[in-house]
């Protein structure tokens, strides 16, 4: 069974950063794109950072180009996400998907793979 699982989340003053991290057990992880999305009570699903690990690129929405950066880990099936400068914008809960490709986060629809969530609250 394919269970992307994510751990970094928590609680920041507005300007800190937190690490997010992705394991996903049960693909081939070479074969499949990694991405985040987010969301906050009241407000539509963000897809927020992708990256491509058959070929490494990546993609960052607006709201998260210039402050988070995302990299993969492929012997250790790991996708990271640091985020820093975060602002009380950025609180949301952080859901690690799976797919085939990035075009999940770009388009924003329902990957193949999701995991439960973390939440990230920034305080001001």
């Known amino acids: 069974e394919v269970q992307p699982v994510e751990s970094g989340g928590g609680l920041v003053q507005a300007g800190g950063s937190l690490r997010l991290s992705c394991a996903a057990s049960?693909?081939?992880?070479?074969?499949?794109?990694i991405g985040w999305f987010r969301q906050a009570p009241g407000k539509e699903r963000e897809g927020v950072s992708c990256?491509?690990?058959?070929?490494?690129?990546?993609y960052y929405a607006d709201s998260a180009k210039g402050r988070f950066t995302i990299s993969s880990d492929n012997a250790k099936n790991t996708v990271y996400l640091q985020m820093n400068s975060l602002k009380p914008e950025d609180t949301a809960a952080y859901y690690c998907?799976?797919?085939?490709?990035?075009?999940?986060?770009?388009?924003?629809?329902?990957?193949?793979?999701w995991g439960q969530g973390t939440q990230v609250t920034v305080s001001s």
């Open positions: 990256i491509n690990n058959s070929g490494g690129s990546t």
């Open positions: 049960g693909l081939i992880f070479d074969d499949y794109a």
């Open positions: 998907t799976a797919d085939v490709s990035c075009l999940h986060i770009i388009v924003n629809i329902v990957p193949d793979y």
